[in-house]
């Protein structure tokens, strides 16, 4: 089983919509839990973190947290086709080993 | 400040030959990564380098070597290519205290 998993894709989600992308990971002493956004050909940039069970927000992005189901999440409200890209789920899952999962590839029709 | 660079951009290589990827940041961090990208695989951890001096296993290590030549120098070599080497090498920096990792523009490695 790989460490971190995401739901496969791609998503298509109509301009205005909400966008939600899901994250699985197997190591539970994991503590630190990012979102990168990458566009085609680019580098990953990150655009959320997030440490404690619940919700945080940061503009039209929500991260929620549930360590208890090992899950994380990224909700992207009033998609816009800017926001199409892939989505990679990362985890810290000891001092500094990082592991990312496979993506999920969004795009956002207009 | 540059933030994350790689040397070389692309790269063909035939099977068998050897070649070292290059990474320097300017941060002062020390941590540093490196990655490979396939399609459909997300970013696959090689190897890490905690601090000057220290580097560990990832999840997919083999046929590769790394190098923490100071702090600011990570190096990955590949001592005799393979096909199935063929992929985008990433590599990234992390600062002490913080988790962002900053990534570098990549280098497209293609092995014949």
């Known amino acids: 089983q790989k460490e971190v998993e995401q739901n496969s894709g791609p998503l298509s989600v109509p301009e205005g919509a909400i966008a939600s992308l899901n994250c699985t990971y197997s190591?539970?002493?994991?503590?630190?839990f990012f979102w990168y956004r990458q566009y085609s050909g680019k580098s990953p940039e990150l655009i959320m973190s997030?440490?404690?069970?619940g919700d945080k927000e940061d503009g039209r992005f929500t991260a929620q947290l549930n360590k208890a189901s090992q899950y994380v999440s990224l909700l992207i409200r009033d998609s816009q086709p800017s926001d199409s890209a892939t989505y990679l789920c990362?985890?810290?899952?000891?001092?500094?080993?990082?592991?990312f999962g496979p993506g999920t590839s969004l795009s956002v029709i207009p | 400040n540059a933030g994350v660079t790689q040397t070389p951009k692309f790269q063909v290589l035939k099977t068998g030959q050897s070649m070292t990827l290059q990474c320097a940041q300017d941060?002062?961090?020390?941590?540093m990564y490196w990655y490979r990208q396939d399609p459909g695989m997300g970013l696959r951890l090689i190897y890490y380098?905690?601090?000057?001096?220290?580097?560990d296993k990832g999840e997919v290590p083999n046929g590769y070597n790394v190098s923490r030549l100071n702090k600011r120098e990570f190096s990955l070599r590949l001592e005799s290519a393979a096909p199935s080497q063929t992929s985008v090498y990433f590599c990234?920096?992390?600062?002490?205290?913080?988790?962002?990792?900053?990534f570098g523009p990549g280098t497209r490695l293609t092995v014949l």
């Open positions: 997030i440490y404690s069970n």
């Open positions: 941060m002062n961090h020390n941590s």
């Open positions: 190591d539970r002493v994991s503590q630190s």
């Open positions: 380098s905690a601090s000057e001096g220290t580097t």
């Open positions: 990234a920096s992390r600062g002490k205290g913080t988790d962002t990792q900053y």
């Open positions: 990362a985890v810290k899952t000891s001092y500094d080993k990082v592991i």
